[in-house]
């Protein structure tokens, strides 16, 4: 599936789809210049992406893992209580700095809700380094509701941090929101208009 962010200001392809372990080592090598690590949200993304990638080795130990939307579906038929843990990537073949631009660390809870435990940009775009590259993580969340519709799912859930917390807010059209991520409803919704106006292709 693939949705559009600006690269300078210009609309730009990107593919949004399920990541396997062999992307892991990949996220794990983001690098920008020491200079770009004193931005605390660029130390907050490198951080997150550590974390997520840490986590989800544990979970292709622990926890079933889909792949794909059919794979997903085809766990939880089979379990309709499992935890699954799904990793979900942007990718750029055109930005040199590395093939994958964003991630979504998720799991879905036995409930049938989506937990967001880790959402990740490349530093050096959260940096603001050349080139100048925006709609990243408002694409990703976007996506994340456009999937979640998918699967039936009606509720998103997660933990902000005080640098992402006005994002949220802002994409979501939700005032206000503090340490507690929920997007059901009209957020879902706002979500799923979001991704169907970048969205071009589909998503297996």
Sequence with gaps: MHFQV???????????????S???????HWRVPPKA????AVRDTVEFARLATKRHRHYLRSIPTASS????????????????AVLLLVRASWFKRSPIIGLAQCRR??????????LS??????????????GVGKGLVYA???????????????????????????????????????ISGNALKRCQKGFRE???GQLD
């Excluded at 640098?163 to 340490?179: C, Q, R």
């Design 6 to 20: 600006l690269v300078e200001g210009r609309p730009r392809r990107v593919n949004f789809e399920f990541g396997k």
């Design 144 to 182: 994340l509701g456009s999937l979640a519709d998918r699967l039936n799912i009606k509720l998103i859930w997660g933990e902000p941090t005080a640098h992402s917390a006005p994002f949220y807010s802002h994409i979501l059209g939700t005032p206000g929101i503090d340490d507690r991520l929920s």
């Design 109 to 118: 809870s036995f409930c049938h809700h989506l937990l967001l435990e880790f």
């Design 37 to 40: 690590m004193r931005n605390p």
């Design 69 to 84: 939307i059919s794979q997903f579906q085809r766990i939880v038929r089979k379990n309709e209580v499992a935890e699954v």
């Design 121 to 134: 940009v490349h530093p050096a775009i959260v940096g603001n380094l050349d080139p100048r590259i925006s």
């Design 22 to 28: 062999r992307d892991l080592r990949s996220i794990s």
């Design 198 to 200: 970048i969205f071009d």
